[in-house]
């Protein structure tokens, strides 16, 4: 079975069904998924301004991870179920969308690099070269994932 | 008056630039923006109505936070006067643009009814628990900028 065909299996069921043919859902959907993108954005900003020195300077980075970062692991399940949901509505769009392709891979890196700030922030709260490199990774790699995200719409 | 303004807004040359070649750029920039804007108002809000940040106090939060918020609203505000010059006249009767505007404006409101008022004994609960009327401002800009993202997203599919 190829990507295709998965495609239009999925597309003729009756979840995808109901979604392309019930008004409002997809721009529902789409604002739920908007909305946790800027909780889970700001989180990572708040912990990346912290570590290049702006933002939150008063509090140890140890506190500002451990206020923000739980917020970025709460809203992925979200996305990833709004974001599913979308797919299932309109899976011929996306699954062979090579922007696609790329917002998972930058999502993977974006995680991964949080995971590892998250590690050394609980470690210590000293900031060195590699929390800084680290940080630039974080903002760089999520507004990769949102750009990412809009251009499926623009690229097949 | 508006009609004529969107009109001559469309003509212009850098309408027209983005229309034929920049919109997918100027739009992602606008989406990076409005996450920046929404995302750290909601942290100052759930500071406001309780829910998270509490052993901030709310002083601190905001004066280190909403400087972002602004940087990133100024650049939410440019790119989507691009987005909308693009197709000014198609965008005119636009209801979820006209309610989206509507909504802005009452953020704004909402905004300087707090800066004005609602934080004007704000030495007195700082580090505690907001008064209602300052918790309710915050549950409205919760509610609003939601609004705002919806109807941003919604004006695309009519």
């Known amino acids: ?156 | 008056m508006i009609h004529a303004f969107f009109s001559w807004l469309q003509a212009t040359s850098i309408a027209q630039a983005v229309s034929t070649r920049w919109f997918p750029v100027v739009e992602s920039v606008h989406v990076l923006a409005i996450a920046t804007v929404v995302g750290t108002i909601f942290i100052v809000d759930l500071r406001l109505v309780g829910l998270s940040s509490r052993s901030l106090r709310l002083t601190t939060l905001s004066s280190q936070v909403l400087p972002w918020t602004w940087r990133a609203f100024a650049l939410a505000l440019a790119t989507g006067t691009l987005l909308l010059a693009a197709n000014a006249e198609g965008y005119y009767g636009n209801a979820p643009l006209r309610i989206k505007a509507v909504l802005l404006l009452l953020a704004g409101l909402n905004m300087a009814w707090f800066q004005f008022v609602g934080r004007r004994d704000i030495a007195r609960w700082d580090a505690g628990r907001p008064p209602v009327a300052a918790r309710r401002s915050g549950w409205l800009s919760l509610i609003l900028w939601t609004g705002i993202v919806a109807c941003g997203r919604w004006a695309g599919f009519v």
């Open chain 1, 1 to 156: 079975m190829t990507i295709d065909d998965f495609s239009q299996w999925l597309s003729a069921g009756a979840a995808s069904q109901f979604i392309q043919v019930t008004p409002g859902i997809i721009p529902a959907l789409q604002t739920v998924h908007i909305l946790c993108v800027a909780v889970l954005f700001a989180a990572a900003l708040m912990v990346d301004l912290r570590i290049l020195g702006s933002g939150l300077r008063d509090e140890p980075l140890r506190a500002v991870a451990d206020r923000f970062i739980p917020s970025i692991w709460r809203c992925i399940p979200v996305l990833l179920a709004t974001g599913a949901l979308l797919i299932v509505a309109e899976p011929a769009r996306t699954l062979t969308n090579p922007s696609f392709f790329l917002k998972l891979c930058a999502l993977a890196a974006a995680i991964a690099v949080t995971l590892a700030l998250q590690a050394f922030a609980r470690g210590s709260s000293r900031v060195g070269a590699l929390q800084v490199a680290g940080a630039f990774a974080s903002l760089l790699l999520w507004a990769t994932v949102i750009v990412a995200g809009r251009y499926i719409a623009y690229v097949s």
